[in-house]
């Protein structure tokens, strides 16, 4: 079955060290995005790719990167977690970049800061 | 920027009976989307309804819109215990690509 998959479903990390989170889609889908999600809070979009162009929202720290290698993946790197970062981490694909585009989500990773 | 508020912010309700969640927004929107989430899951995409219709039927889910009121509810029939989750709405906010989803709705079905 098509999917976005997500690894690994739980990472703990320590505060300062830093931590990558991958997301792969069987899909095809040209548009990738990363949104944080904290506990009974909304999801909270960091960024998206479509295809290989970036997009930063406005207010992303730039603690937060992402890696886009290729249509399949797509990373999430925190360069210095702080206690604030714990979070879920959810990674949705969709077909286009279009508010009428289903978007299609993996099952998150939950991070834990030390 | 825009942002769905849903309403209630939690609802309990016994196998069986219906269950209704609402949904107000600030801007005009091209579209509203919404989604469930089981706990600890990701987000899944239930209904899409555009700025042009009022109304839209998926199963047992009925999505009305109100774009005069800046509202949307979300009616989920004869609710079963499989339906505990928490609902999400996604208005557009008329941009392009985003989705802003708000803190959603918690439902419980008891069985």
């Known amino acids: 079955d098509a999917m976005v998959i997500q690894n690994p479903r739980y990472q703990v990390t320590q505060f300062g060290k830093p931590v990558t989170l991958s997301c792969s889609q069987t899909l095809n889908h040209n548009v990738m995005y990363w949104y944080q999600q904290k506990s009974s809070q909304a999801p909270k979009l960091l960024f998206h790719y479509y295809d290989k162009d970036f997009n930063n929202e406005a207010d992303t720290p730039d603690n937060f990167q992402s890696r886009r290698p290729n249509t399949s993946f797509c990373f999430l790197d925190i360069r210095s977690p702080g206690l604030g970062d714990a979070a879920m981490y959810l990674c949705a694909t969709s077909r286009a970049v279009s508010s009428s585009d289903e978007q299609f989500f993996g099952p998150g990773t939950r991070l834990t800061v030390l | 920027s825009q942002q769905g508020e849903e309403d209630p912010q939690a609802l309990s309700i016994q196998e069986g009976e219906n269950a209704t969640m609402n949904c107000s927004y600030k801007?005009?929107?091209?579209?509203l989307q919404w989604y469930r989430q089981n706990s600890g899951r990701g987000l899944v995409h239930l209904i899409l309804?555009?700025?042009?219709?009022r109304e839209k039927h998926s199963g047992r889910l009925r999505v009305t819109l109100d774009t005069s009121k800046k509202s949307s509810s979300l009616l989920i029939t004869a609710s079963r215990a499989a339906d505990t989750a928490s609902y999400f709405c996604a208005p557009d906010g008329g941009s392009n690509y985003k989705l802003t989803f708000g803190k959603g709705t918690l439902l419980t079905v008891n069985p």
């Open positions: 801007t005009s929107i091209n579209n």
């Open positions: 309804i555009r700025s042009n219709e």
